[in-house]
Each structure stands twice: as C-alpha cells, then as structure tokens.
C-alpha cells in the first residue's frame, strides 16, 4: 500500500496506536505526532493532572472555541513548517478523537487508521506497560467507565469526543490482539510494506 503524507491514527486506549506511529517514524521517516502529548503539556502547564477527564475536558474547550478539528488542523500546519526544515516523508496524528479531525485529514488527502483490541487486553496491556501515564493508573472499571464515556458521548455537545461515530469514518481498521508487540510490529510492517525508506 502506497502511504499516503498524512496519516491519522485514531482507536482505542491501550489498541497500539503508538505503536504504528513510531514504526513510522522509524522506518519511514514520519513525524509522529500524539495529539494526546499535546493536552498533556497544555494540563501540565496548567498544574492540572493527567487524567483522561481532565484531557477530555480541555479538548472538548479548545474544540468549542477553535473547532472540533483543531488539533489536527494545527498539527497540520506546524508540520507544513516543519516539512520544509527537517525533510520528513510524512505526517503520522496519533489519538485523533473526533470526526471532525478525521476529515482535516481527508482534507490533505490522507487516511485515518482505527486501532483497537479486546478492552480487557487493552486494559492489561497498559497496566503491564505502565508507560508513566497517571491516567491509565486506575481501576479497570474506572478505565472502562472513562472509555465509554469518549465512545458515546452523553448530551448533544458537538464538540464532546465521539469514538464510536469516528470509527464508522475511518479508511482502516486494524484489530490488534496479537499475543505480543512484536508479532503487531511484523504484521504492520508487512500490511502497509513498511521497509526502510
């Protein structure tokens, strides 16, 4: 598959979205960039904790005073910048959570990629991996509570996130419960011919 310079990569918590943005970093030349990085700095500038509530919140905020799309189209302009400077292939989005940012990357001619898995295996794949994030630090019914709340949003806030009506506008889906990163890696590698660019 010819990858296309802008690739959005959307799915569930814990699915391996990471995980496909890194490996084309690496072995394409991509900047990778995790929108959910980008609240994270935004919540610890402001002192607040790194609680999935408190980054729904804010993209939910930026959304209604800049756009549903905002994250993306930003992240989208700083790369067109960027692109110039550092001579990457492309751009990967990671964590796209809205449909609105889907099609800012329809827009440029991209695709967005759904990522996801079995939640209980999403949910023991971030408790064993404990990449450092105080929000995957929670119970699982916690998690699954939070979860839902992301895929159906409660009330008719156009800018409250919406997963579930995401994952009907994406162009990929990828089911990853293999039993290890790297059998996901080699399945990746191998289904969008990631060889070194």
């Keep these: 598959m010819k990858l296309p310079k802008i690739i959005g990569i959307a799915g569930t918590n814990g699915a391996g979205k990471d995980t496909l943005g890194e490996l084309l970093t690496e072995l394409q030349n991509y900047k990778f960039v995790s929108v959910s990085d980008i609240l994270r700095e935004e919540l610890t500038k402001q002192g607040i904790p790194h609680e999935r509530e408190h980054m729904r919140a804010l993209s939910t905020k930026w959304a209604s005073e800049h756009g ?55 949910y023991e794949r971030l408790q064993k991996n404990s990449r450092g994030r105080s929000e995957d630090r929670v119970s699982y019914e916690d998690w699954a509570s939070q979860e839902d709340a992301e895929m159906h949003p409660i009330g008719d806030d156009p800018n409250a996130l919406n997963m579930a009506a995401l994952r009907d506008v994406v162009d990929i889906k990828i089911d990853n419960n293999f039993a290890s990163q790297q059998q996901y890696r080699n399945f990746l590698i191998e289904h969008f011919d990631l060889t070194t660019s």
Excluded: C, N
């Design 68 to 122: 549903p799309a905002v994250l993306s189209v930003k992240t989208i302009e700083a790369y067109v910048e960027e692109e110039r400077r550092e001579g990457y292939s492309g751009l990967a989005i990671g964590s796209i959570r809205r449909v609105a940012e889907a099609k800012a990357v329809h827009d440029e001619g991209g695709v967005v990629i759904w990522v996801d898995a079995d939640r209980q295996t999403r």
